[in-house]
């Protein structure tokens, strides 16, 4: 999937112009409006974009992608750049690196927001992840950090979406590296409409729909809420198991050093406490050298720990931050297009009211005022229908990729035994290898004791 086609932006291959003031700009990449398209048979359409998102044969609602293929589109890296100025971090700028454009650019905080205004603003009935907030006055840096790690998500998350990376938005934000690139998103989105105005299917949305849309919704919207709140909880307990694995990497690395402390004692231990034993100065050497065992269990720990952030916790992240998208998506559709439909059916029938009861009062045909008015009102009405329907066509595919990232949960279970079995593997051999080491702890010229045995050692006879 990351190469031929993936590769090229829609536009340059073959793409037409969307309107003759927008033929001078040389990234104008969008589809021509449906107002200015024919309305052939389905049979008859032939897409002049053979980059855009490809769909199925059959019916167009239907999305046929695996996670493999949306992973493999693209992986960006959001790497933190600090720029000092004087004592104090002033500003935070990140490196973004794509796989897919092998590019390297430089973005600051309000680059993305730019993006994600532009992508709000093209792709509005579309699942767009939500920003981490801004800095905050006094933002330390496990702020800063974890709001790289949110950065990072979200461009992940837009970068393998299918009409967002089709989209020369995309492009320019992860290789335009010229020195305003706020300026040149905004340039890219003039004259060019949302997704509704150049989806060429978007009028015949409707058409497409199963006639039990809205209960598939409703049940729809039920589901993820479900899933969403559940894997909260997974992500929370993840994120303690990780913590704990970190703090008892701190805690081992403390006890060796305190061991290692108490074994470089330099106090003289008086002649009536030592007895002219030799036992104490023995103990000291062998508690001196356990420290780099422990060193190395608390290395061990540490890894575990920050291997379990990164494949598990964050994975995790992910994969609920799709689903808040899709979450904001149904805020979207019923806040926006469906309030919006319900508020223009009844201006438009107040105003009818209205109209007819002039009407009878008058006993005059309508005015040109009047009818030029009632048209425009009921195209408005109209417009708002196919956009409603074209909002639930869109809710359904993006319902279909919230379910295509749903295999992801066994990566992430995968991710959390394997690294609980190696780092119990490793951290097993370091204690095997301390175990001898505590002989001379109990051994010394005059001293019968022996250590402690382990339960694996059996019981000791008596």
């Known amino acids: 999937m990351t190469g031929g086609v993936m590769d090229r932006l829609p536009g340059e291959a073959g793409a037409a112009p969307v309107a003759a003031a927008a033929e001078a700009e040389a990234d104008e990449e969008a589809d021509p409006p449906a107002a200015d398209l024919p309305t052939p048979q389905v049979s008859e359409r032939r897409d002049p974009h053979p980059t855009r998102m490809q769909m199925p044969q059959g019916n167009p609602l239907l999305l046929s992608y695996t996670l493999q293929e949306l992973l493999a589109r693209d992986t960006v890296q959001v790497e933190l750049i600090p720029e000092k100025k004087g004592l104090f971090l002033k500003h935070v700028e990140y490196e973004v690196s794509s796989q897919r454009f092998k590019s390297s650019v430089y973005r600051r905080y309000n680059d993305f927001v730019v993006f994600h205004e532009m992508l709000l603003q093209k792709f509005p009935y579309r699942m767009v992840p939500a920003l981490p907030p801004k800095r905050v006055l006094g ?131 008086p002649s009536w406490a030592s007895l002219n034993s030799s036992t104490w100065g023995s103990l000291k050497q062998a508690l001196k050298g356990l420290s780099v065992e422990f060193a190395l269990l608390a290395d061990k720990a540490a890894q575990q720990g920050k291997q379990e952030e990164n494949d598990v916790v964050e994975k995790l992240n992910l994969f609920l931050d799709l689903l808040q998208s899709y979450k904001d998506l149904c805020e979207r559709h019923e806040k926006g297009v469906l309030h919006k439909h319900q508020r223009a059916l009844h201006k438009y029938s107040l105003m009818k009211r209205q109209m007819m009861s002039a ?75 301390l175990k001898p080491k505590l002989s001379f702890l109990f051994a010394g010229p005059n001293s019968s004791l022996t250590p402690p045995r382990s339960p694996r050692d059996g019981v000791s006879p008596h």
Not at 150 to 163: D, K, S, T
Not at 230 to 239: G, I, P, Q, T, Y
Not at 394 to 415: D, K, N, R
Request: glycine letters at 2%.
């Open 359 to 433: 009407a009878v009062q008058s006993r005059e045909p309508d005015s040109v005022e009047q009818l030029e008015s009632r048209i425009v009102e009921e195209n408005a009405i109209q417009t708002m229908e196919l956009r409603s329907y074209f909002s639930l066509y869109c809710l359904h595919q993006e319902m279909q990729l919230v379910h295509v990232y749903l295999p992801l949960t066994s990566h992430i279970l995968g991710a959390f035994v394997n690294s609980q079995i190696q780092g119990h593997k490793e951290m097993s051999k370091v204690w095997n290898d």
């Open 139 to 269: 933002a330390d840096r496990e702020f800063i950090e974890a709001r790289r790690r949110a950065l990072r998500r979200f461009i992940n998350l837009v970068a393998r979406h299918p009409p967002f990376s089709e989209d020369v938005a995309l492009r320019l934000f992860l290789s335009f590296s010229g020195p305003d690139v706020q300026n040149k998103l905004k340039e890219s989105a003039q004259c060019v409409g949302d997704e509704f105005l150049n989806c060429k299917l978007a009028p015949r949305a409707k058409d497409f729909l199963p006639a039990d849309i809205q209960t598939q919704f409703a049940v729809s919207r039920e589901l993820i809420r479900n899933v969403y709140n559940s894997f909260h909880k997974l992500r929370d307990r993840a994120e303690r198991i990780a913590s704990r694995a970190i703090d008892n990497a701190a805690d081992l690395l403390i006890f060796g050093k305190e061991l290692s402390a108490l074994g470089s004692d330099t106090t003289p231990l």
